[in-house]
């Protein structure tokens, strides 16, 4: 079992930036992958970027540019850098690590609300 705790959401102005962490625990030695999916309502959860164990990192196209995730491999910890933030960023971001065997976890997820 891998347990993700998040934190850093908050309320932020068009243009302003986060930072959110996310903290394994448990059986972090199975965890390959880690990252960030957001969901907000209405709306099927969506990728946001994901970062493996080697570094390789994927961002979908719309926050490539603007946000950067980070991955502290020795502190089981990965982290999304969010600038020039915008309103369609406004959603619940859930960190989520994936297993060498494929096993999904998640967080509970953390708030972005971005007003204009």
């Known amino acids: 079992q891998v347990q993700l705790v998040e934190s850093g959401g908050g309320l932020v102005q068009a243009g302003g930036s986060l930072r959110l962490s996310c903290a394994a625990s448990g059986s972090t030695f199975r965890i390959n992958a880690m990252g960030w999916y957001r969901q907000a309502p209405g709306n099927q959860r969506e990728l946001v970027a994901v970062i493996t164990s080697g570094g390789s990192t994927n961002y979908a196209d719309p926050v490539k540019g603007r946000f950067t995730i980070s991955r502290d491999n020795a502190k089981n910890t990965v982290s999304l850098q969010m600038n020039s933030l915008k309103p369609e960023d406004t959603s619940l971001y859930y960190c989520?690590?994936?297993?060498?065997?494929?096993?999904?976890?998640w967080g509970q997820g953390t708030q972005v609300t971005v007003s204009s």
């Open positions: 989520y690590a994936q297993t060498v065997g494929k096993f999904n976890y």
